[in-house]
């Protein structure tokens, strides 16, 4: 089974700089997705960025960015400038991309962290 | 991406009553997740929904307790069964909306429950 491990409950920030915030990841399969999500006090899930196991470019979205580290099986995500809108909780989630397997099409996720920017 | 709508936004219940909740997506997909987030807790999945077949449920999680219904490939509804207030949780859907090697999830907009 996966197992999603991020160990900052809380982060904060001022506006306009950067934040980094980390998870780590255990599976033994080669073949899987990793999910940032966003969730604001509305509760609506926010997908922010994905990231493919098999692709080493580390994947980006305007002020977003991770840093996949496969070996190590980590997966922080950067943000830039960051803005009051980004105040959320943040978790990360791993998907098996594995068929054959009973995790397939399944989100497993971390433990969330709130993330706080102040002005 | 799939545009999901889920009903009730919140509801405050009776302890030993149910609750059915629903989801409608504005396109067909294949597989449908419920998923329960405790107060302050991150999301753990209660069941995976295919058309056409059971729900297959997580450790812990049974049928008895939260029955679920996929008449199509557009709804789904799950029923929170004898409730106590330790089923005070947010409910959520979620759908995968993305085309063939481009994976997303989409998720409703939660249900949050309140047992008393």
């Known amino acids: 089974a996966q197992t999603v491990t991020q160990s900052q409950p809380e982060m904060s920030v001022q506006e306009a700089e950067t934040v980094t915030l980390s998870c780590t990841y255990d599976t033994s399969e080669n073949n899987y997705y990793l999910f940032w999500y966003k969730q604001p006090p509305s509760r609506q899930m926010i997908l922010v960025i994905r990231?493919?196991?098999?692709?080493?470019q580390n994947a980006t979205e305007n002020r977003f960015s991770v840093n996949f580290q496969k070996a190590a099986k980590s997966f922080s995500l950067k943000i830039s400038d960051s803005q009051l809108g980004d105040t959320a909780m943040y978790f990360c989630?791993?998907?098996?991309?594995?068929?054959?397997?009973?995790?397939?099409?399944?989100?497993?996720f971390g433990q969330g962290t709130i993330l706080t920017v102040h002005p | 991406s799939a545009v999901i709508s889920q009903k009730p936004s919140r509801d405050i219940c009776q302890r030993g009553t149910s609750l059915t909740i629903q989801c409608q997506v504005d396109s067909q997909v294949t597989m449908m997740f419920w998923y329960r987030q405790q107060p302050g807790q991150s999301l753990t999945l209660i069941a995976t929904a295919n058309q056409g077949s059971e729900a297959t449920y997580e450790s812990g999680f049974v049928i008895d307790k939260f029955p679920i219904s996929r008449p199509n490939l557009t709804f789904s509804t799950l029923t929170v069964s004898n409730m106590s207030p330790e089923d005070s949780s947010i409910y959520l859907c979620?759908?995968?909306?993305?085309?063939?090697?481009?994976?997303?999830?989409?998720f409703g907009s939660g249900t949050r429950l309140t047992v008393v």
């Open positions: 990231q493919e196991a098999y692709k080493q």
């Open positions: 979620s759908v995968d909306s993305s085309a063939i090697r481009n994976y997303g999830y989409t």
């Open positions: 989630a791993f998907m098996s991309l594995n068929a054959g397997g009973t995790s397939y099409g399944k989100l497993t």
